[in-house]
């Protein structure tokens, strides 16, 4: 494989997709040297099937408003890749959302999938709606006519869906009751379903969780934990309030919160009580996280920034793509920071990457790192499958086990001769092995 002659390639062919071209971008050069070791992954043309999707279904939704209106969104699933197991990743619904994002996710969970050591392959859906702001009842209407449409294309064995940025507990419940009803039939469908109806214990919790379990294995090769540490959280909705709980619980100084708008500066710490008050405001009452000063009169909210100029040990960005840009990252190396662990989905640009690694801090990224969401929903796979529901604590025990696990291989296959850990690049080559092998063994299909 030349790897400037496929990236070329793909960039013809998909010239709107940035993020899509950058995520491939991030991941060939370091497989390149693994790859051309195996000239029968060239002759069977890997590389190309790799990168695009199997599948991709677009399709209309449209939906009545609280006042009548008839209201259009664009709907996607994009099904990446199968050869280790049905299609899985989350739904999307934010008004961002376009194809080359919702193709970016799927590339990268095609891997981070691979990573988690279960059965599953990569996909990635959503819309362009954006529930925020929306009535609960706007939002189940806009759900049952998404499902109207994706439930043709999705199924236990085929294809199971579950959150991510605007996708909670109360759409997965909206699309999963459609599905249901559509089907005759109550199957795993979803994961991050309520607890009630076949959800597991501990998925909500799982990507910070995870993130956080993978931080203090990073920490480890330095003989170091989060005792006293203080950590840089950007966001504030599910992944970045359990990455904040689990912190707080291993004794780490949780500084910063944000949302879109802004975010929020506790000199003192975000503390438990204070974590219960955010949880509420977002969960609860769907607010902003600028009310939080309001509250705690003491901490400061910054309109407009991101909290990467902040001094502290950590940074957990937790948000969305690109949010963390070269700027950032030199603030953040300037101020000290000495791992970052990526909670969100490449928050990080390359610009920004480069800058961690030319430093040599810890620096992990989200298809590693925040492998432990996708790792419990994999759970919950199993818990259906057997119909059965395991304790808090079984599950909570296998999420580390998992990211240990993720971590060690990590370690193999990205350790430097100069003793650095090269967290990119093991996590690319270890997920990419695993599917590769199994293409082969599938011929071409
Ligand atoms: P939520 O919708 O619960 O929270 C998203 C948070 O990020 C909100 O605080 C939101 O603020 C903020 N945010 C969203 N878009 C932007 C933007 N364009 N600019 C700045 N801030 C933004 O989503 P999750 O917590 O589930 O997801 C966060 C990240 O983690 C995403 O990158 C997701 O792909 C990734 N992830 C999620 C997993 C999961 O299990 N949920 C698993 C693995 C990764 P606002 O309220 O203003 O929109
Ligand atoms: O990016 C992700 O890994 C997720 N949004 C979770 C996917 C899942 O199927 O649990």
Not at 10 to 29: G, K, M, W
Not at 125 to 139: H, L, M, Q, Y
Not at 156 to 176: L, T
Request: charged letters at 25%; hydrophobic letters at 35%.
């Amino acid at each position: 494989m030349e790897v400037k002659k496929v990236l070329a390639d793909l960039q013809r062919r998909f010239p709107n997709e940035p993020e899509y071209i950058q995520a491939v971008s991030q991941v060939l050069p370091t497989i390149e040297e693994e790859y051309n070791k195996h000239p029968e992954f060239d002759k069977a043309n890997l590389i190309e099937r790799l990168c695009i999707p199997d599948r991709i279904i677009q399709f209309r939704v449209s939906w009545m408003d609280d006042n009548g209106n008839i209201q259009t969104n664009m709907g996607y699933r994009v099904q990446h890749n199968n050869a280790i197991g049905p299609y899985k990743g989350g739904i999307r619904f934010h008004s961002s959302v376009n194809l080359g994002i919702l193709k970016f996710l799927a590339f990268e969970q095609t891997f981070k999938n691979s990573l988690t050591t279960l059965p599953m392959g990569g996909g990635k859906g959503g819309s362009d709606f954006s529930p925020r702001g929306k009535s609960n009842a706007e939002v189940m209407r806009f759900c049952q006519a998404f499902m109207l449409e994706l439930t043709k294309h999705i199924g236990p064995d085929e294809d199971v869906p579950a959150g991510d940025i605007g996708v909670g507990g109360r759409e997965v419940g909206f699309m999963f009751g459609m599905y249901k009803k559509l089907t005759h039939e109550f199957t795993g469908t979803f994961t991050g379903k309520g607890r009630e109806f076949g959800g597991s214990l501990i998925r909500p919790e799982a990507t910070g969780y995870g993130n956080v379990y993978f931080l203090m294995e990073m920490l480890k090769t330095k003989g170091t934990d989060l005792k006293g540490k203080s950590v840089l959280i950007s966001g504030s909705g599910n992944v970045a309030q359990y990455t904040a709980e689990k912190v707080l619980q291993l004794g780490g100084k949780v500084l910063t919160m944000s949302d879109s708008n802004g975010y929020i500066y506790d000199a003192d710490g975000i503390d438990r009580a204070k974590l219960d008050y955010i949880m509420e405001l977002k969960n609860v009452y769907r607010g902003r996280i600028k009310e939080y000063v309001d509250k705690y009169p003491t901490a400061k909210y910054v309109e407009g920034a991101k909290p990467w100029n902040e001094k502290a040990d950590i940074a957990l960005p937790s948000a969305t793509q690109n949010e963390i840009n070269g700027d950032a990252a030199k603030a953040l190396i300037a101020n000290g920071v000495i791992a970052v662990s990526e909670g969100a989905n490449m928050p990080s640009t390359p610009e920004a990457i480069k800058v961690f690694q030319d430093a040599k801090i810890l620096y992990a990224p989200g298809k590693a790192a925040n492998a432990g969401g996708v790792s419990v929903s994999g759970l919950e796979m199993s818990q259906n499958s057997e119909r059965l529901s395991w304790t808090a604590e079984e599950v909570d025990n296998r999420l580390h086990m998992i990211m240990e696990d993720i971590h060690a291989n990590c370690v193999k296959y990205g350790k430097e001769e100069n003793g650095y850990i090269n967290y990119v690049k093991g996590a690319n080559v270890a997920g990419f092995m695993k599917v590769a092998k199994a293409m082969m063994a599938q011929g071409i299909v």
